[in-house]
Structures are given as C-alpha cells and as structure tokens.
C-alpha cells in the first residue's frame, strides 16, 4: 500500500526517481529517525540532515541545507511551475 505525498516536481526526471519510493524495498535505515532508503548513497545524504551545520541557505526562505546541491534543487521550487505529478500520490 502507498502513502500519499502530494509532491509534485519541476522536472520528470525527479518524479521517476520518487516514483522509486512507492515501490522499492527499503534496506538502508537511518539510526536516528528510522527513515529507510532504497540506495545507500540516499542514506548518507540523508544523515547530513541531521546535523546543525546548516551552511547553504535559501535567499528567498531561509530555509537551511547541509548540501549545495540541496539548496540548488530547492530554489527552483519557487521559480518554476510544477508540471510533473506524481500518479501513486494525486
């Protein structure tokens, strides 16, 4: 069964990627939160999220990354339309 998102994304290559998240087994845990991922390169990046220095700020929010090419793919969330829904989640 899958969960409802409702994320929606700027490119289709995006959307295939998580489309992966409704569908692949999760091997990869996270000790701290308990999130799982489908590929261990995921789990590492995701670690860093848990860490407070946050460096790469957004100019728009202030929302914080650990990563630039986080901060990079955020800010295009606010500059362009969201055309790529994902079909498991709308």
Do not use: P, W
Request: proline content about 0%.
């Amino acid at each position: 069964m899958f969960n409802v998102c409702f994320k929606s994304f700027v490119r289709k290559s995006h959307l295939q990627g998580h489309s992966q998240t409704h569908i692949v087994q999760k091997l990869y845990m996270c000790c701290e939160c308990g999130r799982g991922f489908s590929k261990s390169c995921s789990l590492k990046g995701h670690i860093l999220t848990h860490s407070r220095m946050k460096s790469h700020i957004c100019n728009m929010c202030g929302k914080g990354f650990t990563r630039a090419d986080n901060l990079k793919r955020h800010t295009i969330t606010h500059i362009a339309e969201k055309k790529h829904m994902c079909n498991v989640c709308n």
